[in-house]
């Protein structure tokens, strides 16, 4: 719940050490490495191209239709051999493809001219051969025609023509624009596409016998990708005078372990606290259970090292929206089914560990609120029993589910300020989210006092209003207060910062979005049971059927409509709206310099 603090270490040694200090530093796999000369940067993607060889021969092999039994001992395989093999298969089966296909094209062609070689010139008595494909509908205008021609084909659409003539027909002599047959005969394409066919048969039989190296391909993927690392790692490297310097981010908590190494080495080792103009990449550091609200955070964008680590609020928010949305018991219920099923696969691995959790949680919520909905596959609880009376919100309530929706944008945008604020607590510039958490609460409580003629609200409205302006008006700005003129641009800051009021109208008045998709997806659930009751009573017999399938796949699209809604929208609120207010500045994520496959 937190970003890790780093600091800058700089290794300096002999040049002649420096593969073998790289290749243990990977080994230690927690630095993240900084480029010291940028004019290798166009070297740096000349290296490395080796895992994505790897990659492509795999992807190549993998899907071949025939693939004999897999090797299981290395002693003949040679990984190297075996990638440049297969990438030079693949290269040349694409490029005699290619080639079949244009003599397969070209053969197609001509089949209708028949099988001919044209008459070399002069033979002919300087007469030479031209073609034409002429669409049946036009053949009368050849009746006009001086020239000398013979239809040698026809079908049921064109007739081919060929005209002879000493030079070119004009172009208004013939009502279409002639053919290009091209010199070589009919029968001579047709040798060659033979020729390709054979070549493609035996590049096939050699990638089938390259195919018995995937297994070892892939044991051994990961050790290309550390070395394709490494070899990017010697460009970042700053080499001069017969000594390197190589210089990373790195975990303060792991400090000690690499100035242990250091001195092992005997390494010179400089330490830094990251400067003002630095820019340290980000590492979010939350536990297993939360750990899932980190993964949403990354997958949309990544605070910058000074900000903070929004990942438990968008955790518990994304969860609370997606169960607002979805506002049906049953449906979560369905859910935590598939999730029970998948519980153990998804324990294999860190990330799915962290999913089970979002996910359980999420669907936790879900099972809550849909119970205080009332909402069980679109039906609700039976009168005067348990379920009712834990029943406290009505969906078809449209004034209360919009105050609801509105307070629940209300509180998440406050919180927004609320942490910007306490970024902000050693500038008097703090004083400004403060504002803005009294213009959205007092707004809140303005329209509300409106609706219930309440006098303490409109009161207590009024007041966050005013105190919202004021702390807006005198606190927005960046600029130093030096001199008398400063405050009166302070003041005009101020007054250009209250502009924000209709993007805190038009933020609050998105998380309406929870009640419409969360009434829409009830309102289906009805129709759909209300459709199935129908059929059900008017066609006695298939009726039952005909219902259960109405029931099923009214349901299931019901079901999918609401997850999208729910995945979609509840990350929308948190990325949009929430981040408009809390997170300003985005930063790149840290990249341990680590070797894969290695526990």
Known sequence: MAIVRLKKLTFCGLIEDKVRILDQLQTMGELHLIRLNPSRRSREREVGRQSERVIQALRYLNNCPNKRHQAKHGKAFNIDQVVDQAVKLKDKARELTDRFDSLQKRIKELEPWGNFNLPETGLLAAQRLWFYIIPKKMMKQLDSCSLVWQTVYQNNLFCYVVVISETEPPEHGLPVARTHTGSVPLSTLQDQCNEVELNLEDLQAQRESLTRWIALLTLHFNETLNQDALKQAQTLTRDDAGVFAVQGWLPEKHLDRYLQFAEKQGLALLVEDPAPDDKPPTQLENPTQFGGGEDLVEFYQTPHYQGWDPSLMVFFSFSLFFAIIMSDAGYATVFAGILAFKWRSLGADLKGRRIRVLAATTIILSIIWGILCGSYFGYGPKPNSPLEALKLFDLNDFDGMMRFSIAVGVVHIAMANLIKAWQLRTSSQALAPIGWIGMVTGGFCYWIAMEQDSDLLRTAGQTGLGLGALLLLLFSSERPLRRWSDGF?????????????????????????????????????????NLAEQVFHSLPGPGLFLSILILLLGHALNLLLCVLSGLVHGLRLNFIEFYNWSVSDEGYPFKAFSKKGVH
Do not use: H, P
Request: hydrophobic content about 55%; proline content about 0%.
């Open 489 to 529: 641009w302070r003041l005009l800051d101020g007054i250009e910062s209250l502009v924000n009021i209709t993007k805190l109208f038009g933020d609050v008045l998105s998380y309406m979005r929870l009640f419409a998709l969360g009434l829409a997806g009830a309102s289906l659930a009805v129709t759909f049971n």
